[in-house]
């Protein structure tokens, strides 16, 4: 048997079910490999050994009872740890919820186990999501496996690493402004970040809530798609989650795989193909333009005007609403509690509560979304912030008159190296520069690797309308049929 | 000119239940006035006309039956508590007097 | 501080109090407002709690369609507008009753805007103009220890019970209420008392202040005659209807010696005393948090359909007034006459033994009467003074049929209240009944007339009014159980005088 750990979800499940392999074997060779990377990568905060080997004997017996296993049974998967497990620990990357077990399954994880995938662990993240190189986890940072001097991306960067070192095939992320796509680019993997509403939110520890959307990352399209597909649909638990059915994403990516995109009509975005990206970048770009076009693809600019404004909207937006759902943390009945000597008051030990326990990004939000909430500064911020969303919407709804999906580098710059950014918040946030619009507007974004640059992945990112997720997922399988994807040096 | 004054952050601070020391005031100030000055730019935006976007689903009604689910058992409910006595949660002496709803 | 008060009358002769008030019901649904956790009174602490209500990292709020409903119907029975579309909102503060740190609330767009209410004062009907009826959640309950009251001050700990965190609750808010003059306590009295009525009708909520289903945050403020509005204060903690009356009263009188004094108001929220019936300053308004609101990302908008608003305004009951009136006029009573039913509590169990088949009239002399006054003995609501309104329509049927006479009717109804079982069972048990064997009757008459043969003569001589003697003879051996006028009768046609 080849390494169990390089084949893709959809081998993995193909193998299982037909007996070739175990569960328990694949997840104990995604165990070992975890056992032998993960000290230099630093993917997992948690691995769940006992439960992931479990879950994988609960597949095989179904197996051998004659049962029919779904498309992912048996396949090991890495979950961010921004959703709630029952029982195991769940800590958003935060000293704050050290050692909190919650007593519920967020809705995404039960469809994992209900799907029969099996959760090796839970992996690395900047705290509560916010940041771009995953060095904002107070767990320490996470290496991108093409270089381990570099930062894998944010705030999903232990999800991505993980994937790009092979400790699982499919991992899930939750992108607020990019933090599914971002990291896909920078490690040369695949992150889709479903329409918002398409997704449950329920038991996603909440950062910016009319934002966050959690979704799919894997090393292939096809194998993002079915895990999408897994995921995906609605939630009664979640208001804002749409009552449709997933658009059929895995037919989508099927269909693009066979390289052929006659009829389809893709923009690029002008405001986001020329200054501010990296050179290396904006090549790997323009040739996967015209490798698009080869495939038969009809290619326009479109000019979104408002995108220029989407990185200071959602500087004001994400704080404002993280500024309120992060008040709950305040060592009462959860989480860290500091200060209680029998002396202090209840104010005093919340203060020293969330001083000791959130890090300093997630201090500045706080504070950059209370003052933007704040009476005399609601309309000329948080107000304005929320026009400014209107426009963008207005901007998606106009291109999407013209073209079916709209294309862009995913992020200006390639992988960086550690704390090149860190000291200075303003530039780690232009690392989401082409992510933020789809946020804002609601609508699904992929990343699928496009290229290198100096040795370091690119992505592309596709964009599509809310609720067609599929074409996004075709466009990005048809590009991923002609550029292949990408291997990171050996570890 | 600045956009927000040392005394400001402190305030934010407060307001938002944070100790914070006084080297972090130093650093916040100028952290927060560059963020702040850089997400100002929405007000270059022509918008008096436009109306603002809460949720980008274009759902109302959402709505749930009235009926009784099964929750958390009290040690589930508490399992996390920093403290507790006699099945609540245990805090500290409170200042405030309670801010009615 | 031991100023003296200044006398009430002096105080509404040089002032004009402006008054409001804020009323937040607790809904009677199922479940709380977010989510699926029952809303029954009294569990055992953290029993009624999920990760939604107890504000666990993830969890996230659906509303309660019922309580949607059930706010819809009151703003229609206030006369309110219904919005055609509205948002929750985030109402930020930390307090530790509140397990998100903040409430989900109303705040720039409630469900309901703009109606009124009227009420009865002194036989006057007062028009209160309601600004907005709006859906929140109900905070935890918190638990003072180590001080010596129970209370905040002094305490060294709190404990926290979250049964009653995220239960529906309605805020009704009135607009400002000016030119009662003296009569201010007791409108802002009937106004709470003919809300409660009004919620009572509608079946929404059990509508107890003792239970705190029902709590008022009463505003006031004085101005002098022709000026502006003076600065109002907030009084909480308003718990019982007596104390919404003797809130506004005692918080007038103390504004009034405030500015007396030469002093000013100052904007702030102020506790309520039950015991001592006055208030004492609380959090003031100019150090007051900024509360942060903002539109709830977590909800989606709530859009009434107008064709389901008209629906339930179509099937709204008769409200408390109307049907008052309606009763009034079918019991065919005077103002006074009704006033002291209502005064009385007695309207539904009137209501309910007519329903049971007996007149208006015999209704309400036993319920006025002989009922009342047990209750009011006995200290306890007329409706909880033993008998059932099924009990009373039986009794009086009895009465009615021959079989007891009033005197014997009243014996039973003592036994009914001490119960010993239903009118019929008593009576027959105690052998109450009224004796009509006419033959027992006749013996116990000649009896009579042998042992009083001078009072005899009398009668046969033509003094028909002397035979009230042997009919209190008669009465005397058979124990009250004749029929007074059957043996009179009896009396006078053996003497041959009828
Ligand atoms: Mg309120
Ligand atoms: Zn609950």
């Known amino acids: 048997m080849s390494d169990l750990t390089r084949l893709t979800a959809v081998e993995i499940a193909g193998l299982v079910a037909g007996g070739e392999t175990s569960a328990v074997e694949v997840t104990q060779a995604h165990l070992d490999r975890i056992a032998a990377v993960d000290d230099r990568v630093r993917a997992f905060l948690h691995v769940d050994t006992d439960g992931a080997l479990a879950a994988a004997r609960a597949v095989d017996e179904r197996r051998a009872a004659g049962e029919e296993l779904g498309p992912l049974a048996g396949v090991p998967v890495a979950v961010k740890d921004v959703l709630t497990t029952k029982g195991v620990p769940t800590t958003v990357g935060s000293k704050i919820l050290e050692g909190w077990r919650p007593p519920y399954d967020s809705t995404i994880v039960q469809r994992l186990r209900d799907a029969g995938t099996v959760m090796l662990g839970k992996t690395n993240m900047d705290e509560f999501a916010m940041g771009s190189s995953t060095e904002y986890s107070a767990y320490g940072a996470t290496h991108n496996p093409w270089d381990l001097d570099r930062i894998p991306g944010g705030s999903g960067g232990g999800s991505a690493a993980a994937l790009a070192a092979y400790e699982a095939p499919l991992a899930i992320g939750s992108d607020t402004g990019g933090s599914i796509r971002q990291p896909g680019a920078v490690t040369g993997t695949v992150g889709a970040k479903p329409t918002y509403g398409g997704t449950s939110r329920y038991g996603l520890v909440a950062f910016s809530s009319s934002l966050d959307t959690p979704g799919p990352c894997a090393r292939t399209v096809l194998d993002a798609a079915l895990l999408h597909q897994a995921i995906g649909g609605h939630d009664p638990r979640d208001s804002t989650s749409i009552p449709a059915p997933v658009p059929d994403v895995v037919a989508a990516a099927r269909l693009g795989a066979t390289g052929d995109l006659t009829g389809v009509k893709l923009g690029v975005v002008t405001e986001f193909s020329g200054e501010g990206a990296e050179p290396g970048v904006l090549a790997a770009f323009r040739e996967s333009v015209d490798t698009l076009a080869k495939l038969g693809a009809e290619i326009v600019e479109v000019s979104c005007p408002h995108f220029r404004y989407a990185l200071p909207a959602y500087y004001l937006i994400a704080p404002s609403e993280c500024s309120s759902n992060l008040a709950r943390f305040d060592g009462v009945r959860f989480g860290l509690r500091v200060g209680d000597d029998g002396n202090r008051s209840l104010e005093e030990v919340m203060q020293l509560t969330r001083e000791a326990g959130f890090g300093p990004e997630v201090k500045r939000r706080i504070m950059i979304g209370t003052y933007a909430l704040s009476s005399g500064y609601y309309d000329a911020y948080y107000g304005q912030a929320q026009k400014v969303r209107t426009l963008i919407t207005r901007d998606f709804t106009a291109a999407f008159e013209r073209v079916d999906a709209l294309i862009s580098p995913t992020t200006p710059f390639v992988a960086f190296p550690l704390g090149a950014r860190t000291s200075d918040p303003y530039q780690m946030y232009l690392a989401d520069l082409y992510t933020i619009p789809t946020n804002l507007y609601g609508g699904p974004g992929i990343s699928v690797p496009c290229g290198l640059s100096d040795g370091l992945p690119v992505g592309l990112q596709v964009m599509a309308p809310t609720m067609a997720d599929d074409r996004m997922y075709r466009v990005a399988a048809a590009l991923e049929s002609a550029v292949g994807t990408l291997t990171p040096p050996a570890l | 000119m600045a956009a927000i004054s040392r005394e400001e952050v402190a305030h934010l601070a407060r307001l938002s239940r944070l100790a914070v020391t006084e080297e972090e005031l130093d650093t916040f100030a100028g952290q927060l006035d560059v963020i702040l000055q850089a997400v100002a730019q929405v007000g270059e935006v022509a918008a008096a006309d436009i109306p603002p976007t809460s949720h980008s689903v274009p759902l109302t009604n959402v709505l749930r039956d009235d009926v009784v689910v099964p929750g958390l058992t009290p040690a589930e409910a508490l399992s996390g508590a920093p403290d507790a006595e006699e099945q609540r949660f245990r805090v500290p002496r409170i200042l405030d007097e309670d801010v009615a709803s | ?498």
Request: one cysteine or more.
């Open chain 3, 1 to 498: 501080m031991t100023t003296t008060l200044p006398a009430y009358d002096e105080v509404v002769a040089r002032f004009e109090p402006v008054i409001g008030l804020e009323t937040h019901v607790e809904l009677g649904t199922n479940t709380k407002m977010f989510c699926g956790c029952p809303t029954d009174f009294g569990g055992e602490p953290n029993t009624r709690v999920c990760p939604v209500c107890l504000g666990l990292p993830g969890s996230l709020p659906v509303a309660n369609k019922a309580a949607i409903e059930a706010t819809v119907r009151i703003g229609l029975a206030l006369n309110c507008s219904i919005a055609s579309w509205c948002r929750f909102a985030r109402k930020n503060y930390f307090y530790p009753d509140m397990p998100k740190n903040f409430q989900i609330s109303q705040y720039d767009e409630p469900l309901c805007v703009d109606g009124y209410l009227d009420v009865e004062v002194n036989g006057e009907t007062v028009r209160i103009g309601i600004e907005r009826v709006h859906l929140e959640e109900d905070t935890g309950k918190t638990l003072h220890v180590g001080g010596a009251t129970g209370r905040i001050h002094g305490a060294t700990e709190s404990l926290v019970d979250y049964n009653r965190a995220g239960i529906p609750l309605v805020e009704i808010v009135t607009k400002p209420i000016p030119g009662t003059g003296a009569l201010a306590p007791e409108v802002a009295r009937a106004y709470v008392t003919e809300l409660r009525d009004v919620l009572r009708s509608l079946g929404v909520s059990d509508v107890r202040m003792e239970e705190g289903s029902l709590r008022c945050d009463v505003n006031t403020s004085l101005n002098l005659p022709g000026a502006e509005w003076g600065t109002r204060t907030e009084t909480k903690n308003v718990n019982s209807l007596r104390s919404v009356e003797r809130a506004v009263r005692s918080e007038m009188l103390r504004q009034a010696s405030v500015l007396d004094a030469g002093g000013r108001i100052t904007q702030e929220t102020r506790h309520f005393h039950e015991e001592t019936g006055d208030t004492t300053p609380g959090r003031s308004k100019e150090t007051a948090t900024d509360y942060r609101y903002f539109p709830e990302p977590d909800l989606v908008p709530v859009a009434p359909d107008p064709a389901w608003v008209a629906e339930l305004k179509a099937a709204l009951p008769e409200l408390p007034r109307l049907h008052r009136r309606r009763l009034q006029q079918e019991w065919g009573l005077s103002d006074l006459d009704m006033q002291s039913v209502l005064n009385a509590g007695a309207v539904e169990l009137i209501e309910a033994t007519i329903a049971a088949g007996t007149t208006p009239a015999a209704a309400r002399k036993w319920w006025l009467g002989e009922l009342s006054r047990r209750a009011n003995e006995t200290g306890v609501e007329l409706a909880d003074v033993g008998a059932t309104p099924a009990q009373v329509a039986e009794l009086q049927g009895l009465v009615d049929a021959g079989k007891l006479n009033d005197k014997l009717a009243r014996t039973v109804l003592e036994g009914v209240v001490a119960g010993e079982g239903s009118p019929t069972e008593i009576m027959t048990d105690r052998g109450l009944e009224v004796v009509s064997d006419t033959g027992a009757l006749t013996a116990a008459v000649d009896e009579a007339i042998a042992a009083n043969p001078d009072i005899a003569d009398k009668i046969r001589s033509g003094k028909v009014a002397a035979a009230g003697a042997l009919v209190g003879a008669v009465m005397k051996t058979t124990r009250g159980q004749a029929d007074a006028k059957t043996v009179r009768e009896l009396i006078l046609s053996r003497l041959g005088a009828s």
